[in-house]
């Protein structure tokens, strides 16, 4: 595989992502169009630090593919975001590619929203399905066709500051934690943490706020570590194990009155502790490792404990994906597969800021590798608990703000696990009567 180019990823370490873009700010660069020149029109939402290293990755290709300028259109995160695409999609003037979350494709419409990845030209390119994270590639498909490329996958993590933990005596002769196993030992950990905190709780998490979506984050990780589902692979059926999806609200609920958590945290104060050092941990997605590193706080991280099983962690991944267009340039579409495939092939660059790349070659690379804490947790790729594949599911979903809302008093102990569940199995199944947004000629 060939080596980065020389801007990338020493560029990125030697402090790249301390200056802040254009495209950080919602527009691209003003790369020179000339008229011989291919133009590809990319959409994406990636913000902060990830826009600001998707920035500098569009710059490198630049640099290395002068016949190809790559218009980097920035939209806002969230629901309007994927209307936007639906909208383009459907009437068939869309940007040629959009980054997308994995767990969206279900509900997007794939077919008429968005057209079938090209796998010759993938191939062309030097991308070929066994160099993907199994789980991760099949769930790229839809109804037995591919419709995205993965880029990555973004766990649920341990954060862990090593000085408290040092101080605990949970570190071991590395300097690294010491892992658990079973709910014994991780309660054993947080309890010599919290004593090391001079009786703070010593877990950071997101419980409260609005539209929290952190208790359905942390629910998801435990209970599919026992094998647990939610719904039946045709999505018809609410396939829901009560035992199993109790013991991981009774875990959940066990944090909060042992005091091991604060049931009172929204995001923001989740991750304010952690940094100030006034928690030993924190469970949150891996986007928050450069934040963190730029404040100084003294921390690694690790895979999400293993509880009831595997190490199964919660997770989606950011994919690229063809927004549906009627007649699409096949100059351009070559010139898209190449640029996808520069960035999959250098997916170290982007692993900077926290992600575990999808790209099994890259996790061997050196360069990667060299990445602390941002390697130390990468054997998640082929674990990952990605939501069911149905069109409620997915980042900022009712799915996720209707179970977060349901389990966040659980935590709190103002509702029981089984008062939790019957309200989240209720929501689930209204979600699952409701009309599909998209009419069935674009299914």
Known sequence: MPGPPAIARRHLL??????????????????GLGSTQTRVKYWHFLGASDGIIMNQMVGAFAQENAGIFVEENVLAWGEAYYTKIAMAGAGGRSPDLATFHLARLAGIGPGQILDPINVDLLAENGLRPADFSPPIWERAHYDGTLYAVPFDAHPMVQYYNTDVCGRAGLLGPDGKL???????????????????LGGAPPLAVDVLGLGTVGPWRVWWSLYPQSGGTLVSDDGTRITIDDAKALQALRFMRQLGEEGLC??????????????????????????ETTGLKERGTPFSMTRFPSVFGSGAAQADCHVFVLPHQRDRDPEVERATYRFIAYLVKNSADWAVAGHVPAYLPTLEEPDYLALQPQSE???VIADVALDPQVWYAGSASRLWIDFGGAFSPVVSGERTPEEGLALAKAALARLMAAPIPFPAEER
């Open 14 to 31: 030697g402090g790249g992502l301390a200056l802040l873009s254009t495209a950080a700010a919602g527009c691209a660069l003003p790369v």
């Open 178 to 196: 010491r892992p658990t196993n079973g709910p014994d030992e991780l309660l054993a950990a947080l309890r010599k943490a919290k004593e090391a």
């Open 262 to 287: 604060d049931p009172r945290t929204d995001y923001s104060a989740s991750v304010a502790q952690f940094t100030n050092g006034q928690a030993a941990f924190m469970w949150n997605g891996d986007w």
């Open 377 to 379: 947790y990468r054997s």
